[in-house]
């Protein structure tokens, strides 16, 4: 068998060289295009903005330098497993947080037609106030927020309660008299209020046309 000449054989291993290089950048092409679906970059920024921190206070936590963790948010590179873990370390989330699907932000619009029109209790014979939840469609929330109208009824008909956390209250329009204890108070329109809700409290229009009021409370 002839021996194969030098020139021949420096372009196959070029060939050859060239092949394996062109498989090598489709395979690394498709695993970039598998990662960006993750959205890691965007997910590690939202993490350090949660957290007020800037990158060089993240570099110092993790180790990494301020510049590769800039070029991981920005998606110019991608994390291998071991950085990775070290960023979830810092913020207490495990790996599978920036494999998963984010929740979608919470943004319910209420429409006044939608919502519903409720006694301060069922089975009132005089009521004091009815009430609407302006957040009745969104689970799991952190607060509740109600458009109340109080009524001119007696002193007598207004029915203390009380319930944990703290509430806010504003009054939107009339005058209203909201007794804590034994204590009477009375406020105009824009004035505001905020207490212990777990105090024992009632409210009444002092105004003969009504009183309208915002109500926040949270738990």
């Known amino acids: 068998m002839a021996a194969l000449q030098p020139a021949l054989i420096m372009r196959l291993i070029l060939e050859k060289t060239s092949c394996i290089v062109e498989k090598m950048g489709e395979r690394s092409k498709t695993i970039e295009t598998g990662l960006q679906q993750y959205t890691i970059g965007p997910k590690l920024r939202r993490l350090r903005l949660r957290k007020s921190m800037g990158l060089v206070q993240l570099s110092k936590h993790t180790g990494l330098s301020p510049a590769l963790l800039s070029k991981l948010e920005r998606g110019v590179m991608h994390p291998t497993l071991p950085t990775l873990l070290r960023i979830a370390l810092v ?71 009380a319930h944990p956390g703290m ?53």
Not at 196 to 204: A, G
């Open 167 to 219: 509430e806010f209250l504003y009054v939107v329009s009339g005058k209203l008299m909201l007794t804590m204890n034994d204590d009477a108070h009375t406020m105009a329109a824009g004035d505001a209020v905020y207490f212990d809700s777990t105090i024992p409290h009632s409210y009444r229009s002092a105004a003969r046309r009504g009183t309208t009021a915002l109500v926040v409370t949270a738990a």
């Open 91 to 161: 913020f207490s989330v495990g790996l599978d947080y920036f494999f998963n699907p984010e929740p979608k932000p919470v943004f319910e619009i209420v429409r006044r037609r939608d919502r519903l029109r409720f006694p301060e209790s069922p089975d009132a014979a005089d009521v004091s106030y009815f009430f609407e939840n302006l957040g009745f469609p969104v689970a799991n929330r952190r607060f509740d927020a109600y458009y109340a109208q109080f009524l001119p009824v007696p002193a007598s008909s207004a029915r203390p309660h």
